[in-house]
């Protein structure tokens, strides 16, 4: 095979200038390099060569050179810096998030060799730490200079939340930070709570208002004793009886003043609200009544405040499961007791009931938060000095005014991870209202179901069906 006698003589003549460049201590200039983001060592073995190197954060490299260098110029100190070991090798060290240049001159000025330099977070330390402080996440990092960017998979929001932490230690601040992680797992929390009072009273009054007249000659004189009803219970007493009698100048009026009062109550409240994981919820069943709170030319301005059962939480689901949850609730109603008269307007007062606190535990546990017991007595005596202390006759110028309030109360809250399922029965689903016949012969207000032909196969022991009294 015939070869190209031009090639040749290209060949011998480059070589030629080759040599010549050699023996004067010169190179060609060569184009930038491939950047060595994971080498350990990096060899430059001609004049005039332009390297791109990538570093890690508080990492370095070792540059040999092909020449002895007699000075070292770092654009950007702050963010890389160089190190001589000997003239010949230089060691590289990143320091800080960023991108500048060095250049390594020789004795006569010439350039040796140009490094553009590109410190790095380091994205595989953040990596496998995240791995290790958040296990069963997926969690991808990329960076872009001093910014990272974290992708992939959590196991809660909890979990998202502290690797946002952690890489905002790498990158410097949270605003180098960017984050696309998707959570996997249940985020949503139902939360069911159950308020459950049972509250008794007794109230018993007595009292004599007497008014005695004397009239004889030219003396009259008068002794009324009227002692006040309701310091202790805050009712007044309605039933009263009177009797009179005169004789001469005397006139004597008593009126019996005598009140008995028994009452119980039963409160039973059953909230459920749903929120997502980190958000807050608000529920209230109840209303709002009007309190006076000023008067102007005759006007009177109210504030309407709220009463019933309010309940206020937010849940945040670990990644292990467990639900942590800070949790408020409050229930309130009106009351006489408190409660006082401005003219012809009554100020009722409110009896509440709150409980707040802060709990982990798992899906589908039930927790009391809140229990109370409590039994009140109070009784109040009013008489007239000296003479309401004598035995038996003193009955006719004293008064008493008792009470006794005893309330039992439990507040449970249980917490679920909500899913999809199908819709829960609700206690409209089987309501039909009784016909004519039904309400005018039997009195029933809603027609029983679960009994008859539709009922379900087996046995039925007690009353069955729903019936409204």
């Not at 991108?99 to 000025?109: E, H, P, V, Y």
């Not at 905002?168 to 998707?182: L, P, R």
């Amino acid at each position: 095979m015939m070869s190209n006698p031009m090639s040749a003589k290209s060949a011998g003549r480059w070589a030629r200038v080759a040599l010549m460049a050699l023996t004067l201590g010169l190179a060609p200039v060569v184009a930038a390099g491939p950047a060595l983001a994971d080498a350990s060592l990096l060899r430059i073995g001609q004049y005039g060569v332009t390297q791109s190197v990538q570093l890690g954060l508080n990492k370095s490299i070792i540059v040999d050179l092909p020449a002895e260098v007699g000075e070292v110029i770092v654009s950007q100190p702050q963010i890389a810096a160089a190190i001589m070991r000997d003239k010949r090798r230089a060691i590289l060290q990143g320091v800080a998030s960023g991108d500048t240049n060095i250049l390594f001159l020789d004795a006569a000025g010439r350039q040796i060799a140009t490094l553009d330099v590109s410190v790095m977070n380091d994205a595989s330390s953040l990596s496998a730490t995240l791995a290790r402080v958040i296990p069963g996440s997926h969690i991808k990092v990329d960076s872009f200079g001093e910014r990272i960017v974290l992708s992939g998979t959590a196991k809660s929001s909890e979990d998202v939340t502290n690797a946002l932490a952690i890489a905002a230690q790498f990158a410097g601040n949270t605003e180098n930070v960017a984050s696309i992680i998707t959570v996997d797992g249940s985020q949503q929390v139902m939360l069911k709570v159950t308020v459950a009072e049972v509250s008794r009273e007794v109230v018993k009054q007595l009292g004599i208002d007497l008014s005695v007249d004397v009239s004889l000659s030219n003396l009259a004189t008068s002794l009324l004793s009227a002692p006040a009803l309701g310091g202790a219970s805050n009712v007044v007493a309605n039933s009263s009886a009177g009797a009179n009698f005169s004789a001469g100048g005397v006139s004597i009026d008593a009126t019996l003043k005598a009140l008995e009062r028994r009452g119980a109550m039963r409160t039973l409240a059953e909230p459920t609200l749903t929120a997502l994981s980190g958000q807050e919820a608000e529920f209230l069943a109840g209303g709002q009544f009007p309190v006076p709170v000023g008067i102007d030319n005759g006007v009177i301005s109210f504030e309407f405040k709220e009463f019933g059962v309010n309940l206020k939480f937010t849940p945040t689901v670990r990644s292990n499961g467990i639900i942590s949850m800070q949790l408020e609730t409050h229930v309130s109603e009106p009351t006489t007791e408190g409660g006082f008269n401005a003219g012809d307007i009554t100020i009722p007062a409110t009896k509440d009931r709150t409980a707040k606190t802060s709990v982990e535990m798992p899906s589908g546990t039930t927790l009391a938060i809140a229990g109370l017991i409590e039994d009140k007595v109070r009784q109040q005596y009013n008489e007239l000095p000296g003479i309401g202390n004598v035995p038996i006759l003193g009955a006719l110028f004293r008064s008493r005014d008792f009470i006794r309030s005893q309330t039992e109360l439990m507040i449970l809250v249980t917490p679920y991870l909500a899913a999809p399922g199908n819709r829960p029965a609700l206690p409209t689903d089987n309501l039909q209202f009784a016909g004519d016949a039904e309400s005018v012969f039997l009195g029933h207000m809603e027609r029983l179901y679960g009994v008859g032909d539709q009922a379900g196969q087996g046995q039925y022991n007690g009353t069955v069906g729903f019936l409204l009294d």
